[in-house]
């Protein structure tokens, strides 16, 4: 009994100093760039030696990627949290402004995405995995437009739900890396807002 609970407090402190490990790397790869930040430099924002850190993690590449999907997978359940509340018809203005919420209040996650870009469009395993995270999100958009099929049209132009959630994640990038130029996260919400809003429905906000 002594030993489970022995081996219980190990794996919580162990879990927390990972937490704390990936808490620190988000923040100095905002800062700085994943190219640029060292091993050294995340352990002493986070509060670790260099033990603890190889403890959790056998390189920079792997806490990169550990980090990505963490936020990722937050964002994509954020998402269908927000996509969720609708029945079955989908009120797109209302859905819309919800989403842009969850998507836009983060500029230090768009720069460690935008890292994990440019790393990705250098290296085809990289590459597989960030489309994977990217899955996520599309198909979470793509699930909730095929719930609304039958109660609220979309512009046939889109084609189906799964080519509609492409649509609506190329707006948001393009959207994001304006936003990552001008620093204006209000006007990228609203801008945001509008483009979807158009690209849903017939420009209107009728629904």
Request: net charge neutral.
């Amino acid at each position: 009994m002594v030993v489970r609970e022995t081996n219980g407090r190990v794996t919580r402190r162990r879990a927390r100093t990972r937490a704390n490990l990936l808490d620190a790397a988000f923040e100095v790869f905002a800062a700085k760039g994943f190219g640029r930040v060292s091993i050294e430099e995340v352990c002493e924002a986070a509060g670790y030696s260099r033990g603890a850190f190889y403890s959790n993690f056998d390189s920079l590449d792997e806490l990169f990627f550990a980090l990505y999907g963490q936020r990722a997978g937050l964002i994509a359940e954020q998402v269908s949290a927000a996509l969720a509340s609708d029945g079955p018809g989908l009120d797109v203005p209302a859905a819309v402004e919800r989403v842009t919420e969850v998507l836009l209040l983060d500029r230090d996650w768009l720069l460690v995405k935008t890292d994990f870009l440019v790393h990705a469009a250098r290296d085809p395993d990289v590459a597989r995995t960030l489309l994977e995270h990217r899955a996520l999100l599309r198909r979470a958009i793509a699930d909730r437009l095929a719930r609304a099929r039958g109660h609220t049209a979309l512009p046939a132009v889109l084609g189906d739900a799964e080519h509609a959630a492409h649509a609506v994640v190329a707006a948001y990038d393009g959207v994001t890396t304006q936003l990552l130029l001008d620093r204006d996260v209000a006007h990228a919400r609203i801008w945001l807002g509008q483009l979807l809003t158009a690209l849903l429905t017939d420009g209107s906000t009728r629904h």
